[in-house]
Nanobody, 130 residues
């Protein structure tokens, strides 16, 4: 049984930092994308960023809204992915979800679409106050 478990959410003031972690079990994802999405109340789930996996040279892609502030890294040996979030703003407030693809994804448009990820964590709340 595949499980993704996020940790590290919390509340910070604007300008602060948080680091989210996601531990996967039940399957190895080193070849496949592991990414982060977020969902604010009343909004659709939004792509944050992804680490593509060894199949695609371990590249990282980010949504424009977080570029330069958020960094994704992964430890394939531990089957974990991380999201370092700096310069947090109130608009970053959301539930953050870790996701893992169960197949090879081949383009940015597929990496950023939540329907292409087969496995999801339970989510962790990030709240940024002004």
């Amino acid at each position: 049984q595949v499980q993704l478990v996020e940790s590290g959410g919390g509340s910070v003031h604007a300008g602060g930092s948080l680091r989210l972690s996601c531990a996967a079990s039940g399957r190895t994802f080193s070849s496949y994308a592991m990414g982060w999405f977020r969902q604010a109340p009343g909004q659709e789930r939004q792509f944050v960023g992804t680490a593509t996996g060894s199949w695609n040279n371990d590249l990282t892609y980010y949504a424009d809204s977080v570029k330069g502030r958020f960094t994704i890294s992964r430890d394939s040996a531990k089957n974990q992915v991380y999201l370092q979030m700096n310069s947090l703003q109130p608009e970053d407030t959301a539930v953050y979800y870790c996701a893992a693809a169960g197949r090879v994804l081949r383009s940015l448009s597929t990496y950023s679409a939540p329907e292409n990820y087969s496995y999801w964590g339970q989510g962790t709340q990030v709240t940024v106050s002004s």
